[in-house]
């Protein structure tokens, strides 16, 4: 007897296979990090002393706030994605709404960063590096680099936790369907977990 | 058997017609489909560019360009090689139409990835060719896009290290793909030590992928960065270092050749077995060796590098891990030698063109040890050896056993069968010309005549004259089998489920596959190159045959005693 195969019944989402994707992902995200980390410890090896002298004159008050929005903003998406699980829809979205500010938070605190660092003539290509040691200027070129790549990452993770936003408010995201939330929720994790190794190798390399 | 319409006829998502239901699809069929197209495409225009190139080199002194076009032309001829053609080839193609069915799924765990990878793909050949005529012209730095000169140059680099960027990603979203729905689609039946060997190469290739690809994506990141910024982290002069580029492009570079070959060396699992009526010779010394080259290939990129200067102890360790990648491939080459032993060997084109690849890989790889000592290597480094190395193991070994998987996989793609004679002889005229060109190259090689270069000494006219000509020949029988498969569309002679004998689960559904790929629930075998069926189905049908042939002649003798 031929057994035909029913296509209508096998429907349901194979939330464990979705993660297995993202995982996947991820993981590359952090080999495409794990290059410019390669990067720093060939430098740091060559110039110890003078990447010392660079993380000095970093702002560690900014670069500390920045770890604690981050981290913050991380566990509130992960607040968010239990109290979507539990039918919460008010609470998910009020706690999506403040991670995407925390975002924006640490967006603006680079920006005011940046620009000091510009104003004191310290950007890729600048007088000031060009003509200091070599040490020096590879520091800030791998500190512009690193964290550029990074302000990137959470334009694009904030970009993410926007769209599922529009999503839970429209109910396409919901109680049981909820895998587009928890895969943008593990990535905004990545951006705060790589932040985590950036800003002990900038800031507090001593 | 009931009738059922292939995926050609059905409208993919429903509603879609016309072209629409091509572009939209999410039909791993179509998209493998599209694939080929456009694979197919780029093959073609490398192809060209190649052979414009060996003309140039014919004769000493200027014959049809001048330096610039040339070193435009390799670079366009490298780039699309390797990111349009060796690298996208085996697994998007016949890896998104038959990965699926191999398992007994419906399609792949993320169709719309898929798709998009499709569109990455297109996107990144589109910017290759806008670069072309974009900005200064084409950049001229070889696909390697090494520094300073990368930097230096003034020509389109950006634009052409962008689209590398995209192609990168496309091949590692593919690879995402495949990992996941090898873990979570494979019918419940199907252990892993069922799977067939080519579901298996792709598995460890897409391994490879997503683990060296980021290396590649952040290292032409990083090309770029300099460009725009000049920071200076490759430049000497600002404290930099090119020898960390080029660690980084080869810690990419180096198992993306695996990620080429793997592939390939999966569609040869398949096609000798079947030709040879007998259970694959150590199945999980495949399987085993498969991953391991993917391992082991990960750890050897430095012996590109001997000559740019790294310690001793470096270019020691490095030469000693090429040669450990030595042994899972020759596990492999010997187990598909030993399959054939004492089989029932069937003669066609797909097994005809396995064995031309055995032949050519083994001697690309036996060469590329002469290439991973590092003594030896010091002497060819950069010469026309190297060349010839990698074009018999990536063009001989993943170009020909690109040509067999086409062959073999032809009349499950398209229901229709193509004719044996032409695919011989194209086969033929390809091989031996492939032959007489790369040969050739090793002796100008070791005789000191240096790669990328434009014009040479008189004395190594006579060589580049010869490759030249076999260039043509190879040229010639390449588009011969193209023909001979594209004019089968014309003549349409239908091909049966199972043309060839084949045991793994693609042979057991129609050609072409219908939309959901399987009519009943597949059937998994205890073990998937298990014959004992199709011999007796054949013994049957001998018997059969030899009964009426003994009816016929019984006849006849009934005639003739009347």
Known sequence: ?206 | MNATESFYNTPSPPGLKGIWAWLLTHDHKRIGIMYLWSVGFWFCVALCCGLLMRIELMWVGKTIMGPEIYNSLFTLHGVIMVFLFVIPAVPSIFGNFFLPIQIGADDVFFPRLNLLSWYLFMLGGLLAIVSLFLGEGFPDTGWTFYVPFSLTTDKNVVLTVTAAFILGMSSMLTGLNFITTVHRMRTKDMGWMQMPLFTWSLYATSWVQILATPVLSITLLMVIFERVFAIGLFDPGKGGDPILYQHLFWMYSHPAVYIMILPAMGVISEIIPVFSRKAVFGYKGIVISSMGIAVAGSLVWAHHMYTSGMSDVAIFVFSLLTFLVAIPTAVKVFSWIATMYKGAIEMTPPLYLALIFIYLFCIGGLTGLILGAAGTDIHLHDTHFVVSHFHFAMFGGTGFAFFAALHYWWPKMFGIMYDFKKAYIGATLAAVGFIFHYIPMFILGMQGMPRRYYDYLPKFERGNFLAGLGGFLMVIGILLMFYNLLISFRKKKGAPQDPWGGTTLEWSVPSPPPLHNFVEEPQVKEYPYDFSEVIARAQEAQEAQDAQEAQDSEEEDGEKDR
């Open chain 1, 1 to 206: 007897m031929e057994k035909k195969i029913d296509k209508t019944i096998d429907k349901s989402i194979d939330k464990t296979g979705v993660r297995i994707g993202m995982w996947l992902f991820l993981y590359t995200e952090i080999i495409l990090f794990g290059g410019l980390f390669v990067l720093y410890a060939a430098y740091f090896h060559k110039f110890p002393d003078l990447f010392a002298q660079g993380g000095k004159e970093l702002n560690r008050v900014l670069g500390t706030v920045n770890t604690a929005v981050l981290l913050i903003s991380s566990f509130t998406v992960a607040a968010s994605i239990t109290a979507l699980q539990r039918g919460k829809k008010g609470q998910t979205i009020s706690l999506l709404l403040f991670s995407i500010f925390c975002g924006a938070v640490f967006l603006v605190n680079k920006y005011f960063e940046w620009s000091a660092k510009f104003h004191h003539d310290i950007f890729p290509n600048s007088a000031t590096l060009q003509d200091g040691p070599d040490g020096l200027n590879i520091f800030f070129g791998l500190y512009y680099v690193i964290t550029g790549l990074h302000g990137l990452h959470v334009i694009i993770g904030m970009l993410l936790l926007t769209i599922t936003l529009v999503l839970v408010i429209k109910e396409r995201v919901h109680k049981d369907r909820f895998q587009l939330l928890e895969n943008s929720g593990l990535y905004w994790h990545l951006v705060d977990l790589i932040w985590i190794f950036v800003f002990p190798l900038f800031y507090l390399v001593l």
